[in-house]
Nanobody, 115 residues
């Protein structure tokens, strides 16, 4: 059974950084693309970034391009989201998921950007 656990959220000031981690289990992690989405208060969940199984394809949403990056460690079954120069609109719950699988998400990690 797919199990995803996010961590690394917190409170940062505008311009600050957070690094989110997502540890996966229950499937062959090294053969699956992974994704990050986020959901801000009162808004729908939106795409943030995705990475292919062997890191040969990476895509980041235009709204965070140049500030956010996605990476993975297939030996540790972990996908990361590095978020730099955070803006207040980056306040959201961040979720990881398996690319092509809409049915499994982690519990989410809260990121709050506020002075």
């Amino acid at each position: 059974q797919v199990h995803l656990v996010e961590s690394g959220g917190g409170l940062v000031e505008p311009g600050g950084s957070l690094r989110l981690s997502c540890v996966a289990s229950g499937f062959t992690f090294s053969s699956k693309g992974m994704k990050w989405y986020r959901q801000a208060p009162g808004k729908e969940r939106e795409f943030v970034a995705t990475i292919s199984a062997h890191e040969d394809f990476v895509r980041v949403a235009d709204s965070v391009k140049g500030r956010f990056s996605i990476s993975r460690n297939n030996l540790q079954n972990t996908v990361y989201l590095q978020m730099n120069n955070l803006h207040p609109e980056g306040t959201a719950v961040y979720y990881c998921g398996v690319w092509g699988d809409a049915g499994h998400w982690g519990q989410g990690a809260q990121g709050t950007v506020s002075s």
